[in-house]
């Protein structure tokens, strides 16, 4: 695996199958709150070919015409999975004595999706000691990468105010943990944390059937004045950790570039107000701001509940996604979460807006902690409520 840094990494996207069953199972949910936007672009135009250099043909044979070029092929927009906050607390951490069946429930929902991109809120590895002064502190063990990796997970950001939950002297696990998660059989690549303040805002970039979709992640937690005070977290030059973007300038930097070479790019923010239904005023400038430098998918989590999603100009903004594996449901509110696929085509391909459709699979958190698909009724509320959150989102419907 090519060392992490400034470069993105390009990496293949392994598609995972399940059974019909199950896979029906949750389409049908998916389609009792789905909202569409116009269908794809008609094929690009035909570009015009040469004729290889020479004299004229000889007088005895006759001309011909070159055969016609084929038609410029357009790769078939890829399907986005994304879920908001996993950890491994509560009734989850038994669970992690069994990997390879740690998060099966949650497979059905990644089943046939191209790329599956969540948020990994805790500290992962051995080692260190819980850091002073923090009242929730996380840990986990290597095999937590193993368990995501295979329920279909494609992709987790460490970028949030958990991943340092043990402290700097348990960060050399984490990254040899990070480096055998990506080269396993089944890979899960880590965003959003590394050796220096490069590596921590390095995107990734996958080959998804001939789309290259790149994923940044980055934390804005402390925008929230009620944070842990985890600033002192941030990567730099010579110092390994998160990717801070509490200033975002780096970030917005990285997002250009990564716009250069990707055809689309994801970016996954920690960010907001805890137990805040809608996004504050830094999180409507920052999204405005990534949607400017060309970010085509904005979503993100730490309020522990949904928060409005929809259309921001030629990009799609779920500010966000609440808690998806965790340790308590809790009320009403903090228990609904779900699934957000977004079927998108490449902007390269197309002067339309990036993404086609976008949809919600609605689910509960149960008192073991993992998401289950609802009821029809519940269903139903889920788009009611979905419908709420956006008028206070400033976004328009997809």
Known sequence: MPVRGSAARVEPVRRRSAPVAAYVAVLVAVLLVSGCSGGPAGPPGVTESTGAPGSAAPSDRPATSPPPPAPARRPPPVTIALAGDIHFEGPLAARLRDPATALAPLAEAFADIDLTIANLETSVG???????????????????????????????????????????????????????????????????????????????????????????GASVADLDPTADPTGHWAATGDRAGIADAVDPARLLEEVRRTRGTADVVVVYLHWGVQGQRCPSPDQRSLAAALVDAGADVVVGSHAHQLQGDGRLDNAYVAYGLGNYAWYSPGDATTSRTGVLYLTIRPRAHSARPPYVRASWAPQRIGTDGLPALTTSQDATDFRADRESLRACSGLEAP
């Open 126 to 216: 051995t080692g260190g000691r819980p850091e002073p002064g923090k009242r929730f502190t996380f840990s986990a063990g290597p095999e937590a990468f193993s368990a995501l990796a295979a329920a279909g997970v494609d992709v987790v950001t460490m970028a949030n105010n958990h991943a340092l939950d043990y402290g700097r002297a348990r960060l050399p696990s984490t990254f040899r943990a990070i480096r055998r998660a990506s080269a396993a059989d089944q890979p899960l690549e880590v965003v959003g944390i590394g050796r220096d303040v490069d590596a921590a805002f390095a995107p990734v970039v996958q080959d998804v059937r001939g789309t290259l979709v790149a994923t940044v």
